[in-house]
């Protein structure tokens, strides 16, 4: 199938390009003889072997591919016309809005018959996932994981959900049997995100490995971080919603105190077509949040960073917790889609703490925060935090 179509190029590394991360070769595990510095890199390409992660790797991996296992995100999206078998599929790409509006470069369009169209993609990580796709056409038989899933969008490009499907880690193919004159703009593959196993300012392969970097990449595999005490000193910090959006059209501000108390001066409210708002959020420093906001109308959809979830809500001003989450400093943004007269009152931040010291401390491995880990204090923290997490799995 056309070298697995070319399309792979190894996905995972564009995952890690579109989140900002900038990286150099991987580097080796030191050898007999060499110096007894530990690097970042080195933890890293030992974590995926210890934790048996290495199917998620292409078979020549470099840094980013290791760092799309351990960062644990599981939501990727593929445009159709960059994964296709473009050599062995009978189908052509249009650029134009034929069926609608379209993302990427172009859409790929089926012939007057019915014809089968692959799709070859890359998944760091294993799970159950949610494949929802981008199409066109009534009658659309998809495959994947040994499932079948039937899709209906009538003529125009549509999204749609197609089921669910367990999926392991390696490369994929995703086929789908077009009807006449079908197309597909893109596929998705969404689960919930794993906890990430990195240091909370990001991986440096080449830098020495101190015990504060350590503790962060370590602590989530214990489950730890969410028992992270909330750091009473810089908290709550909260964003009026009228006051950090850029309000679109037909969404008003009010004063109104008949649906539930409110964070004066005043909060927004969607007209009767309902609104989509944007409220980006600065983080001035990389560490532990809790988020939560409050929202009135059924349902909500709340969208943090590309995090997709969809609540019931109150015809009233209500919470909606979002959780505890490592944020990296600077900003993030936070989209809320509220219903027919639906409102938005505030987001508060609440901050944890997640100093080097705060992680060892919570981990409980004996060492300076900023101090640079010698191989055999390395090799021993290394083995006693990977035995207690095979003892609570």
């Not at 599929?89 to 859409?107: E, I, Q």
């Not at 919603?241 to 927004?268: C, Q």
Request: net charge neutral; proline share 8%.
């Amino acid at each position: 199938m056309g070298a697995l179509f070319g399309g792979l190029r190894w996905f995972a590394v564009t995952v890690l390009l579109l989140m900002g991360i900038s990286l150099s070769a991987v580097a080796p595990v030191a050898a007999a003889g060499e110096p007894s510095t530990v690097t970042q890199g080195e933890l890293a390409v030992r974590l995926v072997t210890e934790l048996g992660l290495e199917k998620g790797l292409p078979e020549k991996p470099q840094p980013a591919d290791y760092l799309a296992v351990l960062g644990g995100r599981r939501h990727y999206r593929f445009e159709a016309e960059d994964v296709y078998d473009a050599e062995g599929d009978s189908v052509s790409v249009k650029n134009y809005p034929l069926c609608g509006p379209f993302t990427g470069k172009g859409w790929v369009c089926g012939l007057a018959v019915s014809t089968t169209v692959r799709f070859a993609v890359f998944l760091p990580r294993a799970g159950e996932y949610r494949l929802k796709v981008s199409s066109r056409g009534d009658g659309q038989l998809w495959r994947a994981g040994g499932e079948e899933f039937r899709v209906s969008t009538g003529g125009a490009l549509r999204e749609a959900v197609a089921g669910s499907v367990s999926l392991k880690a390696g490369p994929q193919v995703i086929s789908v049997q077009l009807p006449p004159e079908g197309g597909v703009d893109w596929i998705a593959l969404e689960a919930d995100d794993l906890p990430a196993l990195e240091p909370l300012e990001g991986w440096r392969f080449e830098a020495p490995l101190t015990w504060g970097t350590m503790a962060e990449v370590l602590a989530p595999l214990l489950g730890l971080e969410q028992k992270m005490p909330v750091d009473k000193a810089g908290s709550p910090h909260p964003v009026a919603v009228h006051a950090a959006a850029n309000l679109p059209d037909g969404v008003t501000t009010t004063t109104a105190t008949f649906l539930g108390p409110f964070t004066p001066p005043k909060w927004v409210r969607a007209g009767s077509g309902g609104a989509v708002i944007e409220v980006p959020l600065v983080i001035e420093a990389a560490g532990m949040y809790e988020l939560r906001v409050r929202l009135l109308g059924d349902p909500v959809v709340i969208d943090f960073d590309g995090r997709r979830s969809e609540r019931p809500g109150k015809p009233f001003l209500v919470w909606h917790n979002l959780g505890i989450m490592r944020l990296r400093e600077g900003r993030h943004l936070l989209t809320l889609t509220l219903p027919p007269l639906g409102g938005a009152d505030v987001v508060e931040i609440l901050k944890h703490k997640s100093s080097p010291a705060d992680y060892l401390e919570i981990i409980g491995l004996k060492g300076t925060p900023q101090a640079t880990v010698t191989r055999a204090a390395y090799e021993e923290a290394l083995k006693v935090v990977l035995s207690r997490f095979r003892v609570a799995k």
